[in-house]
């Protein structure tokens, strides 16, 4: 996280100004606890709402003023006074209505926030109204939490009370109103890098989820819908929004609650993820409206995907989201993995933007949820394979719901790998058909085209494209540490699946392959390496890559494609890739061996080696002239984090290089 940002303090009278304001403007119109308003009125209420925003905005402090706000005065009253005239409008139905109130109350938090015990008193109060829309429309009675909260006890007590009464008429749209207003404060706090106050949010919705229970959404989810459905779709979302910035945020946190367990929230969480799965797209069997469908798929998988980064998901969850990914998602995965050409004059994933395949014409809206799928379930399936490493050290301290014995976990671990492997060489045959082509020469062509188009789905999303990457690293990983010590019978199937896996993900392949579509441009690796967002997961394909091509230098050097992947590499500058792969991966506990295919049952030997000189020397090139550059800005100390790692690996390269 981020450093506490530079605020400037909050004053007495400004506080109680703007707090007169809000009472004052607002109380005219929430003096009736059954809230009704002709067009006019609604018009007028509007009006006076963008006033009050504008006004706390334009006294929020601009620079440091003495006599900072005193924690121990009225405040408390006087703020709780003001937020029971801001939410009962967003019981209102009106839209219009509810966003400008939820904007006054996130403007009213930026103002609020040099003050800490303040500002914490605001948020949980948000919290405590939020709790109590969720008990007013179940069935399922409980008391909003109070504990770790900002606040005395008798202050919280007095607002439960305040607040009860004025969400007599909460609806769905009261709870998505409250809920879209907590996700914007978030989004606010993050750009502002305020570590002190995003602490009392995350804890403030730590709370939430470990109080709110799961049946009372179910009973509100889990009919048929009808008439509800507008609202249920402006909840779901909102829902699922905060829940995945929350995700993302407290992987950085420090010192939450010492009554919360992060990684008992984040259960609870992963708990839900096949409820919210079903809420949001089946409804009586039929998937929802298709433009809602495509926002609930592409907030659950990246939901999913930030769960699976922060938690290590036990044997029943990942079993759990392969069969989700299957009943949901099961199109996407098996969709082809075309290639976009000629669309330059649009957007990727724009809805204008189309491919055709085989006759079949393909939106490209959909690319962006492919990537998503596959990697979630390439995630999955690679932590099925790798299971008895990351099971035993997880479940020294299981917290999952659904975690298993721990005299189980060798049997487990077993399944699970077969399992894995199994679902990839499932996945494989309906992209490769690898059956049929296991004892044909076109075989190679067919694999390396494949890792390509797949490698390609990632290349121009920054945001996932390493984690992509190491994540098909991670099957090398577990080969190296598991199958050699288990060694399968000659025979045996799962020995024929992991040959398969085992050459289309290729390490050395891929990292050939990922360096020929950045055009062999040491400046685009130098651009990720110094990036704040992918400078340390680059560093770290890096590292892994040169350990492998290190162990395995001849088969780096002989790499090298043929056929219409030639002409697909590097098609904007550099079309120089061709003729024949030169390798087949044996399962190993060592580096990666190879066995020499005959050059002279197709291609001339001459002309082999001059296409394999030509990727090796590209490659090389690329390479060293990242070296030279690392060094360079090491050397004059602008290198944003150290680099000698990164170095003494290029410099091992470099070794082996010179010797040829």
Known sequence: MGKKMSSPSLTESQFIRICRLINDSLHPFTVSENLSFSKQEEKNLLLILAQVS?????????????SPLNPNSQNPHCLSKSISHLIPLLTLESLYVQHLAGNVLVTFSEFLASSVKTWEFFIHSLSICLELSISNISSCSFEPSITGAGGSGSDL???????????????????????????????????????????????????????????????????????????????????????????????????????????????????????????????????????????????????????????????????????????????????????????????????FMLSNFDGEVHSMHSRHLQRQAIFLFLRCSFSLINLGKATRKHYSSATVKSSIDVDAISEHSCYGREKGLLELYAWLSGHVLVDKLVAHEMYREKSINFSFSLLKLYTHEDDILFKFLLELLSLQACEEQQFHKERLAPQDEMEDVLFHVSYIFNPICLFHLFLAELHYDHQVLLDYLISKDTGISCAEYLLRCFRIVCDSWQTFMEFSVYGKLSNQLSSKRRKILSESSNFKIEPSSGPVKTIPLSLEKKFNGNLEYRHMKQMYELAKGCLLSLKKSVENLHLKNLFPYNPEVLLKRLERFQELCFKQ
Request: glycine share 4%; with cysteine.
């Open 54 to 66: 504008n006004e706390i905005r334009r006294l929020i402090p601009s620079a440091h003023i003495s």
């Open 157 to 351: 007590l007095n607002l439960v009370g305040l607040f009860k009464s004025k969400l007599k008429n909460t609806s769905l749209f009261t709870v998505a109103g409250i809920i879209r207003t907590l996700r914007n404060i978030l989004k606010f706090l993050k750009e502002e890098c305020d570590d002190e106050l995003v602490l009392v949010l995350l804890n403030s919705i730590s709370f939430f989820i470990s109080n709110v229970p799961c049946d009372s959404l179910d009973e509100i989810f889990g009919g048929n819908g009808g008439e509800d459905d507008e609202r249920n779709t402006l909840f779901l979302g909102n829902f699922i929004q905060l829940l995945s910035s929350f995700v993302d945020q407290i992987s950085f946190a420090e010192g939450l609650d010492d009554s919360l367990d992060k990684n008992v929230i984040l259960s609870k969480i992963i708990n839900l993820v096949p409820k919210l799965l079903y809420w949001c797209l089946r409804k009586e069997g039929k998937c929802v409206n298709t433009c809602i469908s495509r926002y609930f798929s592409h907030k659950l998988l990246v939901l999913m995907i930030r769960l699976s980064l922060q938690i290590p998901l036990d044997f029943l969850v990942l079993v759990s989201w392969l069969q989700l990914l299957h009943r949901y998602f099961e199109d996407l995965l098996y969709q082809p993995l075309t290639d976009v050409m000629n669309q330059d004059d649009s957007l990727e994933d724009s809805p």
